[in-house]
C-alpha cells in the first residue's frame, strides 16, 4: 500500500489492520527530500521492528553485498542474504573490514577472518557461495564503493539505534551515500 503521508504516520494507521512485512522507501542520491528519507530508514528500522528497503530501482537483484560481522545485527542481516541470494540465484559477496592500522587492535585481522568463515559456513549450508571480500580501511568509504558494484547491499540495524535515532550510524551513512538499493533488516 502506498502512502503519501509519513511513513511513521502510515504505519501507524496499517499496524492495527494488516501484517506489514518489508516497508519500502523510495531512494534517490539526487533530490534532497529522498536523501532525507533514505537517512532516516535505519530509525524507521528500529522503531516498526521490520526490514526497510530502500529503493534505488537496481532490482533484479544479481548481486548481493552483505558485511561478514558476528553481531546479532550482522547475523540477521546474513541470514536475510543468504536468503535473498539462493531465492534469486544471485552471486552473494561477503565484505570484512578491518579498522585503518591506527584504530584497530591486533586482533582486528584474525577476527575479520573468522567472521568471513563464518559467513561462508552459514552460507553453505544453504548452498549459497560466497564471494570473500577482506578489506582494510574506512568502513562507510569502503562499504559505499563496494555497494555501488552490486545490486543490493544488506545491512543489519541493532537495537541499540533506538537510543541513539538522531546519531548517523553506519547504516545510515552507507544508505545515503550509495547509488543502489539497501535492504535495512532489524536484529
Known amino acids: 500500500r502506498s502512502t503519501g503521508a509519513k511513513p511513521t504516520q502510515a504505519l501507524t494507521e496499517l499496524h492495527g489492520e494488516e501484517s506489514v512485512g518489508v516497508i ?21 528500522v528500529s522503531w516498526s521492528g521490520r526490514p526497510v528497503l530502500v529503493s534505488r530501482g537496481s532490482a533484479p537483484y544479481r548481486k548481493i553485498v552483505v558485511p561478514a560481522r558476528r553481531t546479532p545485527s550482522g547475523r540477521a542481516a546474513i541470514r536475510a542474504a543468504i536468503d535473498l541470494a539462493r531465492f534469486n540465484k544471485a552471486e552473494l559477496v561477503g565484505v570484512s573490514i578491518v579498522d585503518p592500522i591506527f584504530l ?12 568471513m568463515a563464518w559467513l561462508e559456513e552459514e552460507a553453505a549450508v544453504h548452498g549459497v557461495r560466497v564471494e570473500p571480500l577482506i578489506e582494510r580501511g574506512n568502513p562507510v568509504r569502503l562499504l559505499r ?3 555501488d558494484s552490486a545490486d543490493l547491499m544488506v545491512l543489519g540495524i541493532g537495537s541499540r539505534l533506538r537510543t541513539l535515532a ?3 550510524g553506519i ?16 536484529a
Not at 24 to 44: C, E, T
Not at 172 to 178: D, P
Open 145 to 147: 564503493k563496494i555497494a
Open 24 to 44: 519500502v522507501v523510495k531512494g534517490s542520491r539526487k533530490k534532497w527530500s529522498d536523501r532525507r528519507r533514505a537517512m532516516r530508514a535505519p530509525s524507521l
Open 171 to 186: 547504516g545510515s551513512l552507507v544508505t545515503r551515500g550509495t547509488s543502489k538499493s539497501v535492504l535495512l533488516v532489524p
Open 166 to 168: 538522531l546519531r548517523r
Open 104 to 115: 584497530a587492535g591486533p586482533d582486528a585481522a584474525p577476527e575479520a577472518e573468522a567472521s
